[in-house]
């Protein structure tokens, strides 16, 4: 296959999953290491794609975040691995916040134990229907369909009646400042969450330190864990105080 076919595929196929590491074009295309990144550093060059450490990402992104129901059909092997790492730290009869997110909409659907959560998403109440081991409460507000999470300024009063145990949460942005939303009212309901919480345990693709959010959640040194999919830099890592533990994810079959 010639280059240049190879880099219209390569296009085409982060059109539809939104993000590519080196190893999946290398896998995709049964290249070696280095061809991909030459076509990576071309595509570069052409200015059609964002490099990032290990990959790279349409140029649009960050700009917006697709809505839930697009996102879930994007879901990866990676966020997988993250959502069931996450089950990892659930105790029984504990008191959880969790937060709505792809991710944690699948977390929600491997928790398997006696519980009590609290949550705005309408997808995790819907997956938390089907264990009768799990009470769950559902924040009260009016449904925002896009993102398919409840707001108002019930619920936070509601919250303020709770000490979570741990609060479960994602973040369609992170930097040096902290982890940010893109929707105010989501990002309000998840902060309070945050202040009200023994622990916090963030959930998170490591391409988030690319977007760029703008409704801050917390500031990082309320990050107790953060799981992500790949090792994050020194620059990355310095962003967070050391007491904050980093856990990657790894995929089973590697």
């Given at each position: ?66 809505n ?44 398997n ?32 369909h896009?993102?398919?999470?409840f ?12 000490a ?91």
């Amino acid at each position: 296959m010639s280059q240049e076919k190879r880099i219209e595929l390569i296009k085409q196929l982060l059109a539809e999953r939104q993000e590519l590491s080196t190893k999946e074009i290398m896998e995709e295309f049964g290249i070696s290491q280095d061809t991909a990144r030459r076509d990576i550093v071309l595509l570069t060059k052409r200015g059609e794609v964002k490099r990032t450490h290990g990959g790279i990402l349409p140029l649009d992104f960050g700009r917006s975040v697709p809505n839930f129901q697009s996102r879930l059909s994007r879901f990866t092997k990676e966020k997988t691995q993250i959502a069931l790492e996450a089950t990892n730290y659930f105790r029984p009869h504990h008191v959880y916040f969790v937060d709505s997110s792809t991710i944690l909409l699948k977390t929600c659907q491997n928790v398997n134990m006696p519980l009590t959560i609290v949550t705005h998403s309408l997808d995790n109440c819907m997956a938390l229907a089907e264990n009768n081991k799990v009470t769950v409460k559902v924040l009260s507000g009016t449904l925002n369909h896009e993102n398919r999470f409840f707001y108002s300024n019930r619920a936070m009063g509601e919250l303020q009646n709770v000490a979570f145990d741990t609060a479960f949460v994602a973040a369609s942005g992170i930097d040096e400042n902290g982890i940010y939303l893109l929707d105010q009212g989501d990002a309000e309901i998840v902060g309070l969450a945050v202040e009200r919480a023994r622990k916090v345990i963030l959930v998170a693709e490591h391409q988030k330190f690319v977007n760029k959010s703008y409704y801050r959640i917390c500031s990082l040194d309320k990050i107790s864990l953060f799981i992500t999919d790949e090792p994050l830099t020194k620059v990355q890592r310095a962003m967070f105080p050391e007491t904050t533990e980093i856990k990657v994810a790894t995929r089973s079959d590697r």
